[in-house]
Nanobody, 115 residues
Framework: QVQPVESGGGLVQAGGSLRLSCAYSGRISSINVMGWYRQAPGKQRELVATIFSGGLTNYADSVKGRFTISRDNAKNTVYLQMNNLKPEDTGVYYC?????????WGQGTQVTVST
C-alpha cells in the first residue's frame, strides 16, 4: 500500500510562504494524479491543486497565481508551494495519491495564516 506523509505546515503571517511536502512510499508503477486538499474549520474538504502524470496542473480559483503544485518522482514527493498566504488559506492540508483503482490519503498537516 501507499503511505503519503505530509510535512511543512505551520504558522505564518499573511503574505508569507510555506512549502508543503508529501512523501509517499510503496510500490507505485503508475500514478494517475496527485493532489492537495484542504479543510477549514466548519467547512467541507476542498480540492486545492492537482498534478497529472503528464505534468498538467489545475488549481482552485482561490489559489490560482499563489500556489504551485509540483512533483519529484525520484524523491517520491509531491509539493505545494504556497505564496502570498491569506488567513482564508488556514486549514488542514491533505495529500492524495491516486493509483487506480485506489486513492491514498495522508494524515494532514496544519496550516495557520495569521493577520
Amino acid at each position: 500500500q501507499v503511505q503519503p506523509v505530509e510535512s511543512g505546515g505551520g504558522l505564518v503571517q499573511a503574505g508569507g510562504s510555506l512549502r508543503l511536502s508529501c512523501a509517499y512510499s510503496g510500490r507505485i508503477s503508475s500514478i494517475n494524479v496527485m493532489g492537495w486538499y484542504r479543510q477549514a474549520p466548519g467547512k467541507q474538504r476542498e480540492l486545492v491543486a492537482t498534478i497529472f502524470s503528464g505534468g498538467l496542473t489545475n488549481y482552485a480559483d482561490s489559489v490560482k497565481g499563489r500556489f504551485t503544485i509540483s512533483r519529484d518522482n525520484a524523491k517520491n514527493t509531491v509539493y505545494l508551494q504556497m505564496n502570498n498566504l491569506k488567513p482564508e488559506d488556514t486549514g488542514v492540508y491533505y495529500c492524495a495519491i491516486s493509483v487506480a483503482p485506489y486513492t491514498y490519503w495522508g494524515q494532514g498537516t496544519q496550516v495557520t495564516v495569521s493577520t
